[in-house]
């Protein structure tokens, strides 16, 4: 009984959320006043930070990582050719034998 948009015939919700966002604990840290509660709140939200650092430092590491592959591509397509051919040969000859032959049988 999930949705995002309708609600239920009964009302409320019937299942616990899966997490908090950032923008929800920061609402939580508003309605509660314990120093333990805002504590916890602030941890939360500097594990969001960190997460979210991470994630662009990620992002930009994998860009680098794929403008290095297309230069080692074009530097060392004939290599890879190669190896790919050479890797794969095998497999080719014995598809190759395993064939169904076609023609004149004598």
């Known amino acids: 009984m999930r949705t995002q948009f309708a609600t239920s ?8 959320p899966f997490a908090f966002t950032e923008q929800g604990v920061a609402m939580l840290s508003s309605v ?25 430092d990620y992002k930009d590491l994998k860009e680098n990582i794929a403008t290095l592959e297309k230069q080692m591509n074009l530097n060392f397509k004939d290599i890879n050719q190669a190896l ?9 000859e014995i598809a190759q034998l395993e064939r169904k032959q076609i023609g004149f049988k004598k």
């Open 84 to 92: 790919y051919y050479l890797l794969n040969k095998d497999a080719q």
């Open 9 to 16: 015939n009964r009302g409320g919700t019937r299942y616990m």
């Open 32 to 56: 509660l006043n314990s120093k333990k509660a805002i504590q916890v709140n602030i941890a939360v939200i500097r594990a969001f930070v960190v997460l979210r650092q991470h994630l662009a």
